[in-house]
């Protein structure tokens, strides 16, 4: 069963800075999740398409203003699309976000409240445009009900169907039993969306798709409401490791996040708090007393200092001699 992913730091990372990220970080923040092949890219403001007027989102761009910048990137193999409230559903949003090219609007409700938000999906089937669904505050009702809510859904014409950990207050157990009861009942792909509230979701991650999820939702540098979630190059990072999502250059994204994104998010006050470097030391069994050694022969060879690392241990993890990483590090000049 493969994996895939979906990257939501452009709506709920947005949470990090107000309500929504200036033009210029969305324009980077596309560039990278783009060229690196995420395949699966959610935008706008936190409070998805129609926040801004019905809901006086206006710490944010227009939506008009983030539409405009995704246009340049809409042919890059990425699935773009919005949230849409359920509460905030108006059909101009609808046509909006499909005049300007979107693949998909996700809307969101809380768990039970599904009669509330079938108006939003037939219409954003009559626009032609993928209908995908985030049980919000999934918590609320048990697995059994969650699932019967499912096929409520998909009978609405569904595309997708996301279980939202909003608080991040299940444990891997319960992750496990959402997602099979739900894997169960529905026949579209399923999601998970964990937050880190109690510093579980990888682990819940990693739960529900052992349980059948085959979409995982993330955030850059783990942005998002709260605590955040989990971070997209942690998830990818794990992923691999599992033989997953291959299709994603995770040594070009932790480069992006190293070189663009993250000093950028510093004048946010942001703190990554996982760096790339440490990350990669966690997927490739570094010891973090080598790290010196591989600095100074990443910048001698002009090489990618994360690849190196992994190269590397692969052949040694215990002592990797001076020796061993210059010759890695000829390989992959």
Do not use: W
């Amino acid at each position: 069963m493969s994996v895939i992913l979906m990257d939501c730091t452009l709506r709920d990372g947005a949470n990090v800075v107000g309500k929504g990220f200036s033009a210029e970080l969305t324009d980077m923040m596309l560039d990278g999740l783009t060229a690196c092949g995420v395949p699966i890219i959610e935008l706008g403001n936190a409070g998805g398409i129609g926040a801004y007027e019905v809901a006086r989102f206006t710490d944010a761009e227009t939506d008009q203003t983030y539409l405009e910048i995704a246009k340049k990137y809409l042919n890059r193999g990425s699935q773009l699309g919005m949230f849409l409230n359920a509460k905030r559903y108006r059909e101009k949003s609808v046509a909006l976000a499909k005049e300007n090219g979107l693949s998909f609007l996700r809307v969101g409700a809380d768990a039970g409240d599904a009669d509330a938000a079938l108006q939003s999906i037939q219409g954003i089937r009559n626009y032609g445009m993928k209908a995908f669904y985030s049980l919000m505050k999934a918590y609320l009702l048990t697995p059994g009900e969650l699932a019967e809510e499912g096929k409520k859904l998909e009978a609405a014409g569904l595309d997708e169907i996301t279980i939202m950990d909003s608080a991040g207050t299940m444990l891997p157990s319960q992750a496990a039993a959402y997602t099979r009861e739900l894997v169960k009942a529905v026949s579209i792909p399923v999601a998970f969306h964990g937050h880190n509230n109690l510093g579980l979701s990888a682990a819940n991650a990693i739960a529900a798709y052992e349980n059948g999820a085959t979409i995982l939702d993330c955030g850059l540098m783990g942005m998002a409401r709260s605590a955040g979630n989990l971070a997209t190059e942690q998830c990818v990072a794990i992923m691999q490791r599992l033989g997953q999502m291959r299709e994603i250059d995770l040594y070009g994204m932790m480069d992006f996040i190293d070189r663009r994104l993250q000093p950028a998010m510093e004048a946010h006050h942001y703190h990554n708090p996982v760096s790339p470097l440490d990350l990669t030391l966690g997927l490739s069994g570094c010891h973090s007393s080598f790290v010196k050694k591989f600095q100074a022969a990443a910048a001698e060879k002009q090489v990618n200092l994360y690849r190196l690392i992994t190269e590397v241990s692969l052949i040694d993890q215990k002592a990797p001699s001076d020796a061993v990483i210059a010759r890695v590090a000829n390989s992959l000049q």
